[in-house]
């Protein structure tokens, strides 16, 4: 046994392990008791610690226990899961430091918990602590989106939990049956087969959003809060795209889906008018890239999808955060009502191009080094449809949210706006997010070195720089022919969420309808019945009846005479 | 309001297209003549060895993409902007609970 065994096994042994979501939970439940600044620098010191205590975790197995017979283990640190560990952290820094002048308990807690939890799914060794990180990032995450106050969010709030619900049901009763079919919980490349299978797959499409049952994103995100939506937009999706990695790489039918997911995103992308939702169609579109990576489960692709999904939260969220600068310095939200500000907020401006240029892969930028990989894959593959149809929603990328979004919010004609740059703790935020995309872009080797297998890819191959300079200036130049047709439409694009919004509310209310009418029909029915008998009873014995009559006392006493007779007769006869 | 030098600099920018979208024409005509120049050194698809390939495949995606989205758009996807705001009138899609217990009498 090697010494570095050895050293590992010690750690393994000694089972004392700083979690760094427990730590982070723990600390997040201190923040209510402290008031003003020192609570913000208590937050900021917190995130630190959170990035410092993830930053120097090796790889390695901690934290293992068991409870009534199934093994637990907390910590499950590799390459892969340390990858997504990291940037969850510095997401979480950043995220904080873009918030620090939110004054809401509940948001600070419930952030930093949402954060805690996904790390947590990151280092679960077992999928039932998976499980118990899944639902609590559910239920921290949708504080997010409450907070916001309004009445669309509150809906959109109770939506986004019912879908997360149904994700962990399946999930759960997957876990459950993998559990009965293997005897173990250890989550590694799923070795079940048929319902278990299938079931925790599902349960983690849900959450990574791959249509149909992509629109809670595109609903909810909207509606939460400014500073929530940062949280939002790095974390859920990018768990399940973990998830799937670690769990489903090489499962086909993914590739289709991803495709279909980057192209979706780019058709409803270049339909929406809000920017936050038109953002929330790019994050689906990206993701795409990484699902159809999984799919195709060589190791570049999944190199790729790790990559990606690094430069991704950290560029969608220099995107997320200028387009809350400009809602919380506008008020405004629509691209037909935004336009001409770029001069009031350049450095939020210049900013987002950073992070616009980088999801739209441009050399230099921190795209670039990770969709060219899963491009690259496809081609290493030979798949021409995939190679084509990611390029084409690579370009479709740009056009939504490297042009129409920045040309239609901050350029186009002067509409009136006179807003202030955004505040420093917001531009900080910002510019440390697009300083990672461009130091990433600049210097691929330091991402790449976190990647789960050794990268032996260049992005800056002639090839890939002429392909993709061409393919991005001249859908630029499509752009520009067709600016017209491009801006914002005071509507809405109809999603599959209108399933469940409009269809199924509609279906429910007829079923009711029916049963109501039918059950009406039937006590009528009884009813007539009961009043049919009554009716004829009344006839004889009512007041208006024969029996029902008072009779005077003369006919009485004949009567009676009558009967007595009759008995009398009765008794001398007999 | 007074503007920052940064925003002056975009301004003026700004107030120059034509010459900062001549400026992008001549690069990307460059940029073409350059793939002539120096191949791509991939051929794993039979498109990839040639130059200017990704040229015209940008701009038609472009147009795919604008035409299919819009048609869509038009076609299938488009609503008025309050068409889910029964949502907030709790009752709009159900009615009034209160007539509807009179409504079928």
């Not at chain 1, 226990?65 to 637990?72: E, M, N, R, T, W």
């Not at chain 1, 278990?196 to 791959?210: H, S």
């Not at chain 1, 004609?413 to 510019?431: C, I, Q, T």
């Not at chain 1, 050794?454 to 991005?472: D, I, M, R, T």
């Amino acid at each position: 046994m090697s010494e570095i065994q050895v050293a590992a096994q010690a750690v393994t042994q000694s089972g004392f392990w700083w979690h760094p979501s427990f730590v982070l939970i723990l600390g997040a439940l201190v923040i209510p008791f402290l008031r003003g600044s020192i609570q913000q620098g208590y937050r900021v010191a917190l995130a630190l610690v959170f990035v410092f205590l993830v930053f120097q975790t090796q790889t390695g197995t901690y934290g293992q226990f068991q409870v009534a017979g199934l093994d637990l283990v907390t910590g499950r640190v590799d390459k892969l899961s340390l990858a997504f560990a990291y940037v969850f952290s510095l997401i979480t820094l950043i995220a904080t430091i873009y918030s620090l002048h939110v004054k809401d308990n509940i948001q600070h807690v419930t952030s930093l918990l949402y954060a805690a939890a996904a790390t947590g799914v990151a280092l679960a060794g077992d999928l039932l602590t998976l499980y118990v990180f899944w639902e609590m990032m559910m239920l921290a995450s949708v504080w997010l989106i409450w907070r916001n106050a309004t009445q669309a969010a509150y809906t959109a709030g109770y939506r986004y939990l019912m879908v997360h619900a149904v994700s962990g049901v399946m999930l759960l009763a997957g876990i459950v049956l993998f559990f009965s079919d293997t005897g173990s919980l250890v989550f590694d490349q799923m070795q079940a087969t048929g319902w278990a299978f299938y079931l925790i797959l599902f349960g983690i499409l849900i959450n990574a959003a791959v249509p149909p049952m992509h629109a809670w994103l595109s609903d909810a995100y909207p509606q939460s809060t400014i500073t929530g939506a940062i949280f939002l937009s790095a974390l859920t999706t990018k768990t399940a795209v973990y998830t799937l990695i670690r769990g489903f790489p090489g499962t086909d039918f993914l590739i289709l889906l991803g495709v279909i997911m980057a192209l979706w995103g780019v058709v409803y992308g270049i339909l929406a008018n809000d920017i936050r939702r038109l953002l929330a169609y790019s994050i689906i579109s990206q993701v795409g890239y990484m699902v159809a990576a999984v799919g195709m489960g060589t190791v570049i692709a999944l190199n790729g999808a790790t990559a990606h999904a690094f430069t991704h939260i950290l560029y969608k969220s220099v995107l997320f955060m200028a387009a809350g600068a400009v809602i919380s310095m506008t008020g405004k939200s629509k691209l037909t009502e935004l336009g001409g500000i770029y001069k009031y907020m350049p450095i939020t401006f210049l900013l987002y191009m950073v992070g616009a240029a980088s999801i739209s892969a441009f050399p230099l930028f921190s795209g670039f080094v990770s969709k060219t990989m899963i491009v690259e894959a496809a081609a290493v593959e030979g798949i021409a449809w995939v190679w084509l149809l990611l390029s084409m929603a690579s370009a479709g990328t740009f056009l939504y949210t490297g042009l129409r979004l920045p040309y239609y919010t901050f350029l186009r004609k002067d509409v009136g706006l006179r807003p202030k740059e955004a505040p420093w703790n917001m531009l900080l935020a910002m510019g440390i997010a697009a300083f990672f995309c461009i130091f990433i872009g600049i210097n691929p080797a330091w991402l790449y070195s976190f990647m789960p297998f050794p990268v032996e890819y260049n992005a800056y191959s002639a090839g890939h720089l002429f392909w993709e300079l061409q393919l991005l200036l001249f859908t630029g130049l499509g752009f520009f022919l067709m600016v017209k047709h491009l801006g914002g439409e005071r509507k809405l694009s109809a999603d599959t969420d209108w399933v469940y919004r409009k269809f199924a509310p509609k279906v429910v209310y007829r079923v009711a309808e029916w049963v109501r009418s039918t059950w009406r029909a039937i006590i009528g029915g009884l009813l007539g019945i009961t009043n049919g008998v009554w009716r004829s009873m009344s006839r004889t014995y009512g007041d208006e009846g024969v029996m029902g009559q008072t009779w005077g006392i003369g006919v009485t006493t004949i009567w009676v005479v009558l009967f007595m007779g009759l008995y009398g007769l009765y008794v001398v006869l007999f | 309001m007074k503007l920052s030098k940064l925003g002056r600099v975009l301004e003026w920018m700004h107030d120059h297209s034509k010459l900062m979208s001549g400026f992008m024409l001549v690069v990307m005509a460059l940029l073409v003549i350059a793939n002539f120049m120096f191949p791509a050194g991939y051929d794993r698809f039979f498109w990839e060895s040639w130059p200017g390939a990704g040229a015209v495949y940008g701009l038609f995606s472009c147009v795919v993409i604008v035409v299919v989205s819009k048609f869509l758009g038009y076609k299938f996807l488009y609503r008025p902007e309050n068409y889910y705001d029964n949502e907030n009138q709790p009752n709009a899609l159900t009615g009034d609970p209160a007539k509807r217990e009179t409504r079928d009498e």
